[in-house]
């Protein structure tokens, strides 16, 4: 995967969670929200680690 297309992939993101006016009523869905974008980070990682893995073994 090209840096541009990790680039792209990660501002698209980013440009989605800016345009939802999340608003949380209390500490606890505040903490759920973080968790979730926490979890998705992480799926993110996994996904880049993983796409970069196929790039280097097909050049």
Known sequence: MTIEAH?????????????KRISF????ERKEGAER???EAEQF????KKLAA??????
């Open 54 to 59: 196929v790039s280097i073994c097909f050049g």
């Open 45 to 48: 990682r996994f996904l880049f």
């Open 7 to 19: 680039r792209r992939v990660v501002v698209e993101y980013i440009r989605a969670i800016m345009l």
């Open 37 to 39: 974008m926490i979890k």
């Open 25 to 28: 009523k209390n500490a606890e």
